[in-house]
C-alpha cells in the first residue's frame, strides 16, 4: 500500500504541475467590454495612436530617439512620441558565462516590445514631435535624473517629464498640456506596452508569459496572447496597472491612483506581424484657454524583485507567478528570504528552510516512517502469501488483512502525512523556479548558477542516489511488476532532474537526505 502511495503521489506531484503551468488564474471569460467605448482605431477611441506618421495600423516610426544612461537601466525614448524603444537592465547580464551582455528587455528591432505612453484630444491637434535639449543623458553620480521633451503646435503644448532613480528601475512620468487654443480643450493620456510573442522556451519548466493587469475588483489577472487575438477586451476601474510579463522580467504602467482608467487588449498587425498590446487610457479632462494640466504615471522596466515592486504598487508583487499555491509560496519565500539575509547564500538558504520545512512536518513524517517500517518488518510474511495464493487476490487479500489485524499495523497509517506536504513541496518548487533572486546565484563549487542545471550533474546523480537509498528503507513491492517500476524511477528522475535548476534539484535531495536519516532511525527503532 505504502509503495502504491509513493507512486500515486509521484503522479499527483506531476499532474498538479501540468495543471498549475496550463492555468493562467485568469477570469477574463467573465468580464464584460464597455459598450459605451467604440472598438476602432480612429483618433479619438480608446486604443488610438496619434495619428502622426502612421504606417500600417497603429505602427509609428521611430526615427530620432535620445539616450539614458542610469545605474540600473540603459534606455532610448523616441522623440516621435515619447516611447520607451529600448531598455537593457544593466544589472543582469543575459548569460552567467558573458557578463559583459546585458538582458534587453524592450526593443524596436528583430521582436519589438515596446512602452508607449502620449496625449490625445478629441478637439485639438496633439504635436506632431518631440525635442530635447540634450541627445545623451546620463544618472552619473547624482540620486535623480530628469529628462524632459517638450512638443508644440498651435493648440498646444506639451512637456514629458521622465524622472530616474538611483538603483530603481522605476520611471517617473509627468505630461503637461498647455491649452494655447482660444477655447476649452479635452485631453487625456494612454500608456500601453506592445510586443511580439517571444519564441517558445526550449525549458522543460513552464512560466507564464503575456499579459496581466491589477484592479481593485479583478484583483491579478492573466490575458494571454491566444486571448487576445480572439476578443478585445475592455474595463473600466481605478487604481489598476497592466504588465506584460516573463520569466523573471516583467514591464508594467501604472496609471495615477484614483483615477477612471480604461483597461483594454489590441491584436495590432504592422508589416503583418501579430502585436499583442496592453494599455491604460484615461477620461478627458478639460483644459481652459491658457491654462495647463499635468497627468501622472509611473513605468516599471525590470526583474520581478519582491523586495523592490512590492512598494511601488498593490499587487504588483503578484506577477511573481507561483500559480494556484500563491497562499503557499508566497510565505515561503519571505521564509527563504529571511534566511538569506542571515547566511548570505540562496544555496545555503534553500538547505535551510528545507530543514526548517522538515521539522515542521518532523510528527506527520514520523508516523508515515513507522507505517513503513511495521509494513517493512512483514515482508517477509507478505511474500510467503503471495507465493501461497498467487493469482488468487481475494484469498491474498483476506490473508493479508488479518495479519493487519493480528500485529496492528494501519497500512494507510502513513498516507495523510505525505499527501499534507505534497502541497507545500510543490509551493517551495515555483518559488525556487519563478524567483529572480536565484538567477545566476552561486552556491559552492561548481555550482555558478542557481537557476540553471547542474554542469557535471553531481546533484542530479546524489539526488538519484538518495532515491534508491529511500527505496531499499521502504517496503518492496510484492508486485512483479511495481518492482520494475521502482527500480526505474530513480535513474527516470536523474535524467529528468538534469535539465531542473540546481537550486530545485538541491531543495529535492536535502530533502531526500534528511528523509533517508528520520526513516532509518525509525527502522532501526521498529526492528529492534
Not at 500515486?8 to 485568469?26: E, M
Request: net charge neutral; hydrophobic share 40%; with cysteine.
Amino acid at each position: 500500500m505504502n509503495n502504491r502511495l509513493f507512486l500515486y503521489s509521484l503522479l499527483a506531484f506531476i499532474i498538479i504541475l501540468i495543471f498549475d503551468s496550463t492555468d493562467s488564474t485568469n477570469n477574463s471569460e467573465s468580464m464584460t467590454q464597455d459598450e459605451s467605448v467604440p472598438i476602432t482605431n480612429t483618433a479619438n477611441d480608446v486604443v488610438a495612436e496619434p495619428s502622426k506618421s502612421k504606417t500600417t495600423d497603429t505602427e509609428v516610426k521611430h526615427d530620432k530617439l535620445i539616450s539614458i544612461m542610469t545605474d540600473t537601466l540603459d534606455l532610448k525614448i523616441s522623440l516621435t512620441d515619447g516611447t520607451v524603444v529600448s531598455a537593457y537592465l544593466l544589472q543582469h547580464s543575459k548569460e552567467f558565462q558573458d557578463k559583459d551582455v546585458k538582458v534587453r528587455l524592450l526593443s524596436d528591432q528583430e521582436l519589438p516590445y515596446i512602452a508607449k505612453s502620449d496625449v490625445q484630444s478629441n478637439n485639438a491637434q496633439p504635436p506632431a514631435n518631440y525635442t530635447s535639449e540634450m541627445s545623451e543623458y546620463s544618472l552619473g553620480t547624482n540620486d535623480s535624473l530628469d529628462v524632459l521633451l517638450t512638443g508644440t503646435n498651435s493648440d498646444v503644448t506639451v512637456t514629458k517629464k521622465y524622472t530616474f532613480k538611483r538603483n530603481a528601475h522605476l520611471i517617473n512620468l509627468e505630461q503637461t498640456i498647455t491649452n494655447k487654443r482660444g477655447s476649452s480643450t479635452n485631453w487625456r493620456t494612454y500608456n500601453a506596452l506592445e510586443r511580439v510573442k517571444p519564441p517558445e522556451a526550449s525549458n522543460m519548466l513552464y512560466t507564464y508569459t503575456g499579459a496581466a493587469f491589477y484592479d481593485e475588483d479583478e484583483k491579478f489577472n492573466k490575458i494571454e496572447f491566444s486571448e487576445i487575438e480572439q476578443n478585445n477586451f475592455q474595463k473600466k476601474s481605478s487604481n489598476n496597472w497592466v504588465s506584460m510579463i516573463e520569466h523573471y522580467f516583467f514591464t508594467a504602467w501604472i496609471p495615477e491612483p484614483s483615477t477612471n482608467q480604461t483597461i483594454y487588449t489590441r491584436l495590432l498587425r504592422p508589416n503583418s506581424t501579430y502585436h499583442y498590446l496592453i494599455g491604460t487610457v484615461g477620461d478627458y479632462k478639460p483644459i481652459d484657454t491658457m491654462s495647463s494640466k499635468t497627468f501622472y504615471s509611473k513605468l516599471f522596466v525590470g526583474p520581478k524583485n519582491q523586495e523592490e515592486i512590492s512598494a511601488i504598487a498593490p499587487g504588483l508583487d503578484l506577477t511573481v507567478d507561483y500559480g494556484v499555491l500563491t497562499f503557499l509560496a508566497a510565505p515561503l519565500f519571505w521564509i527563504l528570504d529571511k534566511i538569506y539575509y542571515v547566511v548570505g547564500n540562496w544555496g545555503w538558504a534553500i538547505v535551510f528552510l528545507t530543514l526548517l520545512i522538515k521539522l515542521l512536518f518532523f510528527k506527520l513524517s514520523e508516523s508515515s516512517y513507522k507505517s513503513m517500517a511495521k509494513m517493512k518488518k512483514l515482508t517477509p510474511r507478505m511474500t510467503a502469501l503471495k507465493e501461497r495464493f498467487g493469482d488468487d487476490r481475494k484469498k491474498f487479500s483476506e490473508a493479508l488483512m488479518k495479519i493487519y489485524k493480528e500485529e496492528k499495523v494501519n497500512p494507510l497509517g502513513g498516507c495523510l502525512p505525505v499527501l499534507i506536504q505534497i502541497p507545500v513541496f510543490i509551493a517551495l518548487y515555483w518559488v525556487i523556479i519563478e524567483s529572480v533572486e536565484m538567477r545566476h546565484a552561486p552556491f559552492i563549487g561548481w555550482i555558478v548558477d542557481l537557476s540553471s542545471s547542474d554542469p557535471l550533474y553531481i546533484l542530479p546523480i546524489l539526488m538519484g542516489i538518495s532515491m534508491y537509498i529511500q527505496q531499499k528503507l521502504n517496503p518492496a513491492p510484492t508486485d512483479a511488476m511495481q518492482q520494475k517500476i521502482f527500480m526505474a524511477l530513480p535513474f527516470i528522475f536523474t535524467f529528468l532532474f538534469a535539465t531542473f535548476p540546481s537550486g530545485l534539484v538541491l531543495y529535492w535531495l536535502t530533502n531526500n537526505i534528511l528523509s533517508i536519516g528520520q526513516q532509518y532511525i525509525i527502522n532501526k527503532r521498529a526492528l529492534v
